[in-house]
């Protein structure tokens, strides 16, 4: 936005010289629906007195603002004598300076803030009009200080606005549970925000990947931007949330004409549980699918979170069960370590043939390389047994500590097995 000042004069004369006005302070453009403050100067530039010794004082003013479909909010911030009024009419506003008494040679200070409404039109139109003292003499009449006025312009553009994330989504987040912190769109241009109020945006959902699944969103997924721009959907008990498994990207949007533009949010990873992590913590999830049940115990300060049903395909578990498979996945933040629990239900523990004792292998897929069963280092294998309740080989030889620490055959028929995890950042097992 320009800032730039006109001046504009309305002249008239005394058999003196010239008795004039002069208003600066207008900008010769501005962007619709952004508070624009103007700082008037109304300057009386007649002489000193007439020839009958009359001071040609301007004794009122009025500042006239048209040209919009719309009314003009205007604000008087502050006058440096006499008083101003506002009333707004049907295309604009009019500001009513009175009691000012402009001297000649003196100024009028007056600060206003405008904010056409976006839409509203492309041209402000300005008229200035001053009247001057009535009780001024001119008996030869010979001055032509009259009322008088003078018109200028002030372009309108229509702003071009973009959307972003002011408060993004959590990295993970639990199905069905509102986002907390809720969700928050600021209204942005060129990069900065900007407060302007009623803008619709809504939020729609994309898959993280190309063979990733829709999410399935509820709760407030539509808003307004309030005064300061910003668009919130919701709060922590009633707000946005996801009903599905899977990770997810959202989309921020509107209707709006003026919105040219938005980014999506970071990649929101949705799981069956999910805490926040202070020293210790756990969390328990059931497989849908397979009746597998599971309970991550964490140490360390982070999130923690797991699921069942994550659409995963572990290479290795045809070697443990012949199908169906659910593999569990766990979402930690880098650096908890703890236990994994997985309790089989009979008839899975029934596919394979056995003595009677337990032995459910586990086959694990991790994102760094875990020493397997057989001594290999993979990402993708059968998970070997702990030795003396911890790893069988040194954990700094490979990226990640894993091993079974115990197998116990329940009296159902089920079996429960207990990994050992030195990193719960993204392992899945089955």
């Not at 907390?180 to 942005?188: E, F, I, S, Y």
């Amino acid at each position: 936005m320009s800032n730039t000042s006109g001046t504009v004069t309305a002249a008239g004369t005394t058999d003196d010289g010239p008795g004039t006005f002069a208003v600066t302070g207008f900008p010769t453009n501005l962007t619709a629906g952004e508070a624009t403050t103007m700082h008037v100067a109304l300057t009386n530039n007649a002489l000193t007195t007439n020839d009958e010794g009359s001071a040609l004082d301007i004794a009122s003013a009025t500042i006239t603002f048209s040209g919009l479909s719309a009314p003009l909010p205007v604000g008087v911030l502050s006058v440096s004598q006499g008083s101003a009024t506002v009333a707004t009419t049907a295309d604009g506003a009019a500001v009513t300076l009175s009691s000012s008494n402009i001297a000649p040679q003196a100024a009028l200070q007056l600060s206003l803030q405008v904010t056409v409404p976006v839409g509203s039109g492309h041209q402000l139109d300005v008229a200035t009009n001053v009247t001057p003292s009535s009780s001024k003499t001119d008996g030869d009449g010979d001055d032509t200080f009259v009322p008088a006025s003078q018109d200028t312009t002030i372009a309108v553009q229509e702003p071009s606005y973009t959307l972003s994330f002011a408060t993004a989504p959590p990295a993970m987040a639990q199905v069905s549970q509102p986002f907390c912190p809720a969700v928050t769109v600021q209204l942005d241009e060129g990069g900065s925000p900007v407060a302007v109020q009623g803008i619709p945006v809504d939020i729609r959902g994309l898959a993280a990947s190309s063979f990733g699944p829709l999410p399935e969103l509820s709760g407030t997924t539509t808003s307004v931007t309030d005064q300061s721009g910003l668009a919130t959907f919701g709060d922590c008990t009633a707000g946005l949330q996801v009903d599905n498994l899977g990770t997810f990207i959202l989309q921020a949007s509107s209707t709006s004409p003026l919105v040219v533009g938005s980014g999506p949010s970071r990649s929101i990873m949705v799981l069956q549980s999910y805490v926040d992590c202070s020293g210790s913590c756990s969390v328990t999830v059931t497989s849908p699918t397979t009746g597998v049940s599971s309970t991550i115990h964490a140490t360390g300060d982070g999130k923690l979170g797991a699921s069942f049903d994550e659409n995963l395909n572990l290479g290795c578990a045809s070697q443990v069960n012949p199908g169906p498979w659910d593999p569990l996945f766990i979402g930690g933040t880098a650096g908890l370590s703890g236990t994994v629990t997985m309790t089989f239900p009979k008839s899975i523990v029934n596919t394979q043939s056995n003595s009677g004792r337990p032995h459910m292998e586990i086959c694990a897929q991790t994102g760094v390389a875990f020493q397997a069963l057989g001594g290999a280092q993979t990402m993708d294998g059968l998970v070997a047994d702990c030795v003396d309740g911890t790893y069988p080989y040194p954990v700094g030889t490979t990226e990640l500590g894993l091993c079974v620490l115990s197998r116990v055959k329940g009296n159902l028929g089920h079996e429960t097995v207990t990994l050992l995890v030195s990193d719960l950042g993204d392992p899945s097992f089955w």
